[in-house]
């Protein structure tokens, strides 16, 4: 019988990005094990009240990150 050791190292990563009052925003959370993300997830924060989480695959976010590039270039254009 052969004995095998498995670790893993696992580091949870989350961003609240919220209105100035606290009160609603989003949150952004990713699990990254062993250096590569096994997901990210997005859901909206309203009060104490939080949505369901959407797992976002990969074309997701850069979706995500260009729509917001374009978003805040009509605001602070």
Known sequence: MAMKRTQSNIVN???QIQNEDGKAGVEVT???VNGTSAGV???TVNGARKSAQ???D???LVDLR???NEIL???EG
């Open 13 to 15: 990563l989350a961003f």
């Open 30 to 32: 990713q699990a990254i």
């Open 41 to 43: 997830g997005f859901r």
């Open 54 to 56: 959407i797992a976002l």
């Open 58 to 60: 990969p074309a997701a």
């Open 66 to 68: 260009d729509a917001l």
């Open 73 to 75: 270039e009509g605001v």
